[in-house]
């Protein structure tokens, strides 16, 4: 299983990024995606994350209201729109995908990573 996340950038806060994840090797459909963040500095931490079965969403405290994490299982991709991005939403972004659909919040429970993409918010 493959995936490659795309979409980041330099922003100015208020604004809004959208970022992509395609997923390649295997059925998407039997995956849940999760996207992860590592602040400047920081651990890598969760973010969002959307389960196979059902499409239940879930969401960090932070970006509740702000972000929405979506998939298109015709095209293998899962997106994360960000809008009203804050400074402290600058890291770099992963998504990464489980066969599992249960503490999709947990890092560990994650098997396959794609590349970072850099988000960058400025004042």
């Known amino acids: 299983v493959q995936l490659q996340a795309s979409g980041g950038g330099l922003v100015q806060a208020g604004g809004s990024l959208r970022l992509s994840c395609v997923v390649s090797?295997?059925?998407?459909?039997?995956?849940?995606v999760g996207w992860f963040r590592q602040p400047p500095g920081k651990e890598r931490e969760f973010v969002a994350a959307?389960?196979?079965?059902?499409?239940?969403?879930y969401y960090r405290d932070s970006v509740k209201g702000r972000f929405t994490i979506s998939r298109d299982n015709a095209k293998n991709t899962v997106y994360l729109q960000m809008n009203s991005l804050k400074p402290e939403d600058t890291a770099v972004y992963y998504c990464?995908?489980?066969?599992?659909?249960?503490?999709?919040?947990?890092?560990?429970?994650?098997?396959?990573w794609g590349q970072g993409t850099q988000v960058t918010v400025s004042s």
């Open positions: 090797g295997r059925t998407f459909s039997s995956y849940s």
């Open positions: 959307i389960r196979w079965s059902g499409g239940d969403t």
């Open positions: 990464a995908a489980t066969t599992r659909d249960w503490a999709l919040t947990d890092i560990l429970n994650y098997d396959y």
